[in-house]
């Protein structure tokens, strides 16, 4: 059942990667849903790009990759918004570029997606974690949706480094929705298929373009989600 139209008026969510991609896709999908938006990007200039597109979201310029940019990135978060309803880990990095395999893979690739797609998310949610429990106390409901691949569960040649960090991040997504369960926050781990974006061409740049999906198409059905886990009610 498609819930292309359920509103997520006055949600508060925070996308990290939203200056490219499915990131950007999500930005606009909530936006235009009625939720308050913050998003997260590295540079400073795709940042002040976007908020010049949509000026109704707030930009924040951070790396999720670096210990020292989570605290200030959680402050303009919950700054922003007054609070967090919903956090959408989706800035990835794919490791080494052109795809490698893993025996050839730089220790710095590895640890650099190591770093963007586990450590990042583990970081940026534990640091916001007091704004999340706050809203499932206040009935707002919390959500935290781990973007994933299914590189997490495939061995693909050439996606060592990648594949491995999005098993990972899949794996503590699931011991996260166990251990939250009695703080009312819901963790998911969506894989949201194979798109048509500047990582996947990265990765791929001889892939035909016609048989992937749409960034548009997946932040849809990611944004039903999300809706149906903060508001089941509203799916039956």
């Known amino acids: 059942m498609s819930n292309a139209n359920t509103s997520l008026a006055g949600v508060r969510a925070a996308i990290t990667g ?3 991609g499915l990131g950007l896709a999500l930005v606009r999908e909530l936006l235009s849903r ?16 976007v908020v010049h597109e949509l ?16 605290h200030p990135i959680a402050m303009q978060i ?21 795809l490698a395999l893993l025996a050839d893979t730089d220790c710095e690739d590895f640890e ?14 534990k640091a916001l974690l007091g704004s999340l429990a706050a809203s499932a106390r206040d ?12 590189a997490e569960i495939n061995a693909y040649p050439r996606w060592g480094a990648y594949g ?21 926050i819901r963790v998911l781990s969506i894989d949201p298929g194979d798109m048509d974006t500047p990582l996947h061409a990265a990765a791929m740049p001889d892939a035909d373009r016609s048989t992937l999906k749409r960034p548009e198409a997946a932040a849809r059905e990611l944004a039903d989600e999300v ?10």
């Open 78 to 98: 919950v700054g922003a918004l007054g609070g967090l309803d919903v956090l959408i880990n989706n800035a990835s990095d794919l490791g080494p570029v052109p």
């Open 112 to 125: 650099r997606a190591l770093a963007t797609n586990v450590l990042g998310p583990f970081r940026l949610t």
């Open 18 to 20: 939203g200056t490219s």
């Open 34 to 49: 009625g939720a308050q938006v913050a998003f997260v990007a590295r540079r400073r200039a795709g940042v002040e790009q």
């Open 164 to 184: 491995a960090s999005k098993a990972a991040l899949h794996h503590l997504s699931r011991i996260w929705n166990e251990e939250f369960t009695g703080a009312g």
């Open 139 to 150: 009935g707002r409901g919390a959500v935290v949706v781990n973007v994933s691949s299914d």
């Open 55 to 70: 000026p109704d979201a707030h930009g924040i310029a951070g790396d999720v990759s670096k210990k020292e940019d989570i």
């Open 227 to 236: 809706a149906a886990v903060l508001w089941p009610e509203s799916i039956r």
